[in-house]
């Protein structure tokens, strides 16, 4: 556990709390907002679904529940890290999904901002397109001899990420020849199976392996992202530890007392109950905002799916949305509050930001400026996001609040656990699978038919005829 966390008083002082207060019928009336006796009614589902989610934690069936605790996995990583710091002034994660989001993501909240290639630490490119004038920009900007290339695919079967190793497969073996061009390169991909490990075994490449088990959009902390995390000089072990503190709290069989499991409700009856097929996740800090990025894929990816209801299929599942306030109240914010009553926002409110710029007592004459005096930049952030919250209510708009004391590695940890909690809970809810994407699966196989990969002939065929049935004269 990290230093500062040891003791339960500083483990509370720093804990993330819940508040479902503003998604109450109390706050926001009965038509828009849940009611205890609507709460009491979904418990047994969710003692049944927590209930669940440990039993297949102890049987081994979810690892990404164990990463907190995976203790010799992270001395590893950190060793990693050390060995490649000396010639990794610039780290470049080729993938796309959660294979780089999560890296992205923790870089964006935790590391230091701005460049850091040759000041002692690494600098964190993460691409995760297949745009060319992406790629040509970073190739062109970095420094070969200093750079390395993580190249993240679990099966070698990702078109977007294989094209990318290529292309820089062949710059490499252009500049450094057939022997040291693979200095430059870590692969992480199955430690058994799959194209990319057939490629690693042929030439010899260094490889980590991608945990067996942990789906793309459940990956965060695992090593593919605390790599990268630690050559940024981010508090893993810290991450880690204020992941293990939320397991503990999300093991709970009381859904009261189980932070993820009243998320996890109160969603899911603001869906079903209520109309609310839109989940906005609006952090009041910059920081914070890679974080909405991230969820956005958990909860799609997690609960887009359709389930069996009396014998028929139907589509479940909320949009989600990210925001950012304050910033988003000025371009968002009205549609949230006079557009379709068809959306929860889940704010995330940060107690204590870390800087603290106070606004100079200038102009006390003028009204509209005046007032200002005296507060600090981060309580006015707050005061903004209370307003938000009250504007919306009066206008029966449900809101959620996740209050974060600040932005810290121990408090970061603790969120991403909830939330992928969370989003495995209210998977069981809607009773779909949240560890697997079938509609993705379904573009990757006509993507391949498209493109000519042998073997899916059927898929192509099936793009001619539906590129065959558009007709000229929606042309303009």
């Excluded at 190793?165 to 430690?191: C, M, N, P, S």
């Excluded at 490889?207 to 605390?226: C, D, K, N, W």
């Excluded at 914070?288 to 069996?308: D, I, N």
């Excluded at 069981?428 to 002939?457: I, M, S």
């Amino acid at each position: 556990m990290a230093k500062g966390f040891r003791g339960k008083r500083k483990r509370d002082d720093a804990a993330v709390r819940v508040d479902l207060n503003g998604a109450t019928d109390a706050l926001v009336g009965a038509e828009a907002g849940i009611s205890q006796a609507e709460l009491d009614g979904l418990r047994p589902r969710l003692e049944s679904a927590i209930a669940a989610l440990q039993a297949e934690r102890e049987q081994g069936l979810r690892p990404f529940l164990e990463l907190p605790f995976q203790r010799d996995d992270l001395a590893e990583t950190l060793a990693l890290a050390e060995r490649l710091r000396p010639t990794a002034d610039w780290f470049v994660m080729l993938g796309v999904g959660g294979s780089a989001l999560g890296a992205r993501t923790l870089a964006g909240m935790l590391g230091e901002r701005g460049p850091r290639a040759g000041a002692g630490r690494s600098e964190l490119i993460v691409v995760d397109n297949i745009d060319p004038s992406t790629l040509s920009a970073v190739l062109e900007r970095i420094d070969l001899r200093r750079a390395i290339f993580n190249v993240v695919t679990r099966s070698g079967e990702t078109a977007e990420t294989m094209a990318q190793f290529l292309v820089v497969r062949e710059l490499l073996l252009r500049e450094f020849g057939a022997v040291d061009y693979t200095k430059h390169l870590l692969i992480t991909t199955d430690a058994d199976s799959g194209s990319m490990r057939q490629i690693v075994n042929d030439e010899g490449f260094f490889a980590t392996a991608y945990p067996s088990g942990v789906p793309g959009h459940f990956s965060i902390l695992t090593a593919v992202h605390l790599l990268p995390a630690a050559l940024l000089d981010i508090d893993v072990e810290g991450l880690l530890s204020g992941a293990a503190a939320m397991a503990e709290r999300c093991a709970a069989p009381d859904p009261d007392a189980n932070p993820a499991a009243r998320l996890a409700g109160a969603r899911y009856l603001l869906d079903t109950l209520h109309g609310v097929q839109v989940a906005v996740l609006m952090p009041y800090s910059d920081r914070l905002a890679p974080l909405a990025e991230w969820w956005r894929q958990l909860w799609a990816e997690s609960l887009g799916k359709r389930a069996e209801r009396d014998g028929a299929q139907i589509a479940v599942g909320q949009t989600p949305v990210p925001a950012l306030g304050a910033t988003d109240q000025h371009s968002q914010l009205q549609l949230y509050l006079d557009g379709p009553a068809d959306k929860v926002i889940t704010f995330l409110r940060v107690e204590d930001h870390g800087a603290r710029l106070e606004i100079p007592r200038s102009y006390p004459d003028i009204d509209d400026v005046g007032y200002l005096g005296g507060h600090s930049l981060g309580e006015l952030l707050n005061i903004e996001q209370r307003a938000t919250e009250l504007a919306l209510a009066k206008r029966s708009r449900p809101t959620i609040t996740i209050e974060v004391p600040e932005v810290s590695p121990f408090c970061v940890g603790q969120l991403l656990y909830l939330l992928e909690v969370e989003a495995a809970l209210t998977a069981a809810l809607y009773g779909v699978d949240p560890y697997r994407q079938p509609g993705v699966d379904e573009v990757k196989r006509l993507a391949c038919g498209l493109g000519g990969k042998p073997g899916f002939e059927d898929e192509r065929r099936e793009m001619e005829r539906w590129l065959g049935a558009k007709q000229m004269r929606y042309l303009t």
